[in-house]
């Protein structure tokens, strides 16, 4: 596919647009805190628009759409499953991550548990789940791009992964925050204007729509899987989508943008509304492309049905609304790298060199360096495996970061605010188990060995989280004599998770500034 002059006007003022807003932060950019969570100045309302352009990636605009157009009923796990997830992340752990944490999620646990083995494999937990999605998200973006612009694929991604790298090293987080803010915008304008003009078609009647959807849908688009595997499976995927969106550090680090436990909760608020209408829209557009082409027509463009978003496009609109949509594409694949970037740049940078090799002691010049240096190393290790794995099947990579994010980081996470008893060999051996049976079980599934998988279940969440509780008992309880802290922090840790001040009435030590 050849992309029109009018598309490649649309991409380019896309790129414009968002370095003008990088070069605007980079002058802003001056410290650690500046860098890592935007100094903790962003409103709820701002910080709300740019967690749904965090969240609602290509994977939801393309991929959700071409799911339900060619699988139906079922998709609706991948849009309710970040629902479950908003409301744990709201009631459960917003404002504690926000009280508790500094720059990363690594600090979150460091602030009961001061031991370095702690952080060490949060930040490396943090690092592998950053640097699987990113993988995830490069390799589709290298493919999408390659197909609309006619271009080869390694320069569509190394395209991306120079802008990610230069919206972090230059703009740091306020330069993501503003980008995901202007992606949020865009994508909710776009969405809302496909809903539009495809209920326009049926004379704004869903139920018309739905009709026509059915008729012309070469599979049944409107019943679920039957029988106790499929069930298994379908509620393993919800656990996934759910607890792993709760788990995944660069949503996670959102919190520590805002600065206090009220701004959190109302980043929450915003996100949950804005998040709501983008996925509300999804169904209308994936059943709508399929009652105005015809599910074959979808297949024939791409057997996943990821084109789906842009065909209806054309379609409604032709090549300008073509264009529109192709651009909001883009950018979303922007936002949510970057994102990624600062989130995999934080565990690499403050959790395993300045706090661990430097014991805390590095300058903020040497914090905002080593942020900028790290943001550059992982862009170019991601890049490089993308660069390879262009055949590679990708959803392997996204189901191992939900899943690694869901098993490893939910049950140290729970249990490091409400189990008194937890050690720092629980969140240690919790965070190995984990990793260890979700990458396990992802290997021996049908993701990987097909007809012939040893585990039945695609997403193997509804035994591997469970295996990564157990592990933080087993830890807490066999491993060995407790460090003297363990016991007395908690009390003073759940003060300044409800609080955010010490047990002696003294602030909380979350200053974003300051090294």
Request: neutral net charge.
């Amino acid at each position: 596919m050849n992309a029109s002059p009018l598309t490649l006007a649309v991409f380019a003022g896309v790129i414009a647009l968002t370095l003008g807003i990088t070069f605007w932060a980079g002058r802003r950019n001056t410290g650690a805190g500046d860098h890592y969570v935007a100094g903790g100045r962003l409103t709820g309302s701002q910080n709300g628009l740019a967690i749904t352009g965090d969240l609602v990636s290509a994977a939801a605009f393309l991929g959700t759409v071409g799911l339900f157009a060619t699988q139906g009923v079922s998709s609706y796990f991948y849009i309710v499953g970040p629902f479950v997830a908003f409301v744990i992340l709201l009631t459960v752990l917003a404002e504690p991550l926000r009280n508790l944490g500094r720059f990363t999620m690594a600090d979150v646990v460091a602030g009961r548990f001061r031991s370095r083995g702690v952080r060490a494999s949060m930040a490396v937990n943090s690092l592998l789940v950053t640097i699987f999605y990113m993988i995830a998200q490069l390799v589709a973006a290298g493919a999408l791009i390659s197909l609309l612009l006619g271009v080869d694929y390694a320069v569509a991604v190394l395209v991306v992964g120079v802008l990610m790298t230069a919206y972090i090293a230059i703009g740091g987080m306020l330069a993501t925050t503003w980008i995901q803010i202007v992606q949020a915008v865009m994508l909710l304008g776009c969405m809302a204007l496909l809903v539009v003009l495809i209920l326009a078609r049926f004379g704004f009647d869903p139920m018309a729509m739905f009709a026509a959807a059915a008729d012309s849908g070469a599979k049944d688009l409107f019943t679920s899987p039957s029988g106790l595997l499929p069930g298994l499976d379908l509620l393993s995927l919800a656990i996934a989508v759910g607890l792993g969106t709760a788990a995944l550090p660069h949503i996670l680090i959102r919190f520590l943008t805002v600065p206090d436990g009220r701004e959190a909760r109302r980043s929450m608020n915003y996100a949950l509304v804005w998040i709501g209408l983008s996925f509300a829209a999804v169904p209308v557009i994936g059943y709508g492309a399929v009652a105005l082409l015809g599910q074959e027509a979808i297949t024939d463009a791409a057997a996943s049905g990821n084109l789906a978003t842009l065909q209806v496009s054309d379609l409604l609109g032709g090549p300008v609304l073509f264009a529109l949509v192709a651009a909001v594409a883009f950018a979303v694949i922007l936002a949510t790298v970057s994102g990624l970037v600062i989130a995999g740049s934080g565990a690499l940078a403050h959790d395993l060199y300045s706090s661990i090799l430097r014991r805390g002691r590095a300058t903020e010049r040497e914090q905002v360096v080593a942020g900028r240096a790290a943001s550059v190393a992982v862009s170019l290790v991601a890049i490089a495996v993308s660069l390879g794995a262009q055949n590679t099947n990708i959803s392997v990579l996204g189901v191992l970061a939900v899943v690694v994010a869901a098993s490893a980081n939910i049950p140290v996470l729970v249990l490091l605010l409400f189990w008194k008893r937890l050690t720092s060999a629980g969140v240690i051996w919790g965070i190995a188990s984990g990793v260890g049976s979700a990458v396990l079980l992802i290997l021996v599934g049908p993701q990987v060995l097909g007809d012939g998988a040893l585990f039945p279940l695609t997403y193997p969440s509804l035994a591997s989280v469970p295996i990564g509780f157990l592990g933080c008992w087993l830890g807490s309880v066999l491993g060995g004599r407790r460090h003297r802290d363990d016991q007395s922090s908690f009390e003073e840790m759940q003060v300044r998770a409800a609080l955010g001040v010490t047990t002696s009435g003294g602030e909380a030590p979350v200053d974003r500034t300051t090294p």
